[in-house]
Nanobody, 126 residues
């Protein structure tokens, strides 16, 4: 079992940037593909980005392509999400998640993931 803790959220003006981090404990992160999801106020949780176990493959929601970058450091047991050019509609609680599943076509689905963090709030002021 792996425990995930997100950090790096905060209040930022539109156009600004944040670096979100997800630290894992309990098991080595290299055993899992990782995803970031977000839940805007009053809406359902949605896929943001995912990265394969080795980091060789990444995928993004269309709404964040070109603005967000997912990366991982298996030696440090961390996954990061660099979020740039933030918009008001990016306001949400951001969650990282881990899955044993290796089929990247399944990464955008929340049900694919076995473990979740508690989330970190990102608020973008316009």
């Amino acid at each position: 079992q792996v425990q995930l803790v997100e950090s790096g959220g905060g209040l930022v003006q539109a156009g600004g940037s944040l670096s979100l981090s997800c630290a894992a404990s309990g098991r080595t992160l290299s055993s899992y593909a990782m995803g970031w999801f977000r839940q805007p106020p009053g809406k359902e949780r949605e896929f943001v980005a995912a990265i394969s176990r080795t980091g060789g493959s990444t995928s993004y929601a269309d709404s964040v392509k070109g603005r967000f970058t997912i990366s991982r450091d298996n030696a440090k047991n961390t996954v990061s999400l660099q979020v740039n050019s933030l918009k008001a509609e990016d306001t949400a609680v951001y969650y990282c998640a881990a899955t044993y599943i290796v089929y990247d076509n399944l990464f955008p689905m929340a049900g694919t993931y076995h473990y979740w963090g508690q989330g970190t709030q990102v608020t973008v002021s316009s």
